[in-house]
């Protein structure tokens, strides 16, 4: 089974406008860890923001926020007052410490345009 | 300074060759990764690696290996190359989590390997 899923290959948003990105998520682990990076199109990978499980308050970051809903498995991604250099693809990853490792297990992505 | 580095940025070789990609951290971390972005920009986990044991993933083959002379390097070796190993292959590092805690990976700018 999946353990992230995103369901929007693409999204448009129009400059200075908020933009939300879905991710919803799947495990049976009580702690774990949700992360949200960039790639622009040169390739690198960006971290933007991250949420625990344990955490009590949703994660923001400048610009970004992530809405998270924990009885819903949910994790989206905020961005506010989006910018031409928003345009880039999303991925949403989570961390299961049960795995016995600290690997993250990316979604599809999702490749955000900001239009001017 | 760069975080993590990774060397060769583009690599192209033929089928059957054997061939390594380099990966250095300069962050103190302790523990390292190579995940690998397929056409469809899906990332995928292929091994972790810290001071204490090596984690692979099982569906990579074991033709890729991964080498630890010390805690700042990781390099990924690959043997008898095939068409499918095609990818961009991204070193990551961070300070390895336990229970509840996890921390951001830092990745390399990528590696470009095309197998002819």
């Known amino acids: 089974a999946q353990k992230i899923t995103q369901t929007q290959p693409g999204m448009f948003v129009q400059e200075k406008e908020a933009v939300t990105l879905d991710c919803t998520y799947d495990?049976?682990?009580?702690?774990?860890?949700l992360f949200w990076y960039k790639q622009p199109s040169s390739g690198e990978m960006i971290f933007l923001i991250y949420?625990?499980?344990?955490?009590?308050q949703n994660a923001t970051e400048g610009r970004y926020s992530l809405n998270f809903q924990k009885a819903r498995k949910s994790a989206n991604l905020v961005i506010s007052a989006s910018q031409l250099g928003d345009s880039a693809m999303y991925f949403c990853?989570?961390?299961?410490?049960?795995?016995?490792?600290?690997?993250?297990?990316f979604g599809t992505g999702t490749r955000l345009t900001v239009i001017p | 300074d760069t975080a993590v580095s990774q060397t060769p940025k583009y690599l192209v070789t033929q089928m059957g060759n054997d061939k390594s990609i380099k990966c250095e951290q300069n962050?103190?971390?302790?523990?390292m990764y190579w995940y690998k972005q397929d056409s469809k920009k899906f990332l995928k986990i292929m091994f972790s690696?810290?001071?204490?044991?090596l984690i692979i993933n099982e569906t990579v083959p074991n033709r890729f290996s991964p080498k630890s002379p010390d805690k700042a390097h990781l390099n990924l070796h690959i043997n008898s190359l095939e068409l499918g190993d095609s990818a961009v292959y991204f070193c990551?590092?961070?300070?390895w989590g336990e229970g509840p805690n996890s921390y951001e990976q830092y990745f390399g700018p990528g590696t470009r390997l095309t197998v002819t």
């Open positions: 962050l103190g971390h302790d523990t």
């Open positions: 990551a590092s961070s300070l």
């Open positions: 495990t049976s682990d009580p702690s774990y860890g």
């Open positions: 690696y810290n001071n204490k044991e």
């Open positions: 990853a989570m961390r299961e410490p049960q795995t016995g490792a600290n690997n993250l297990f």
């Open positions: 949420q625990g499980s344990y955490d009590q």
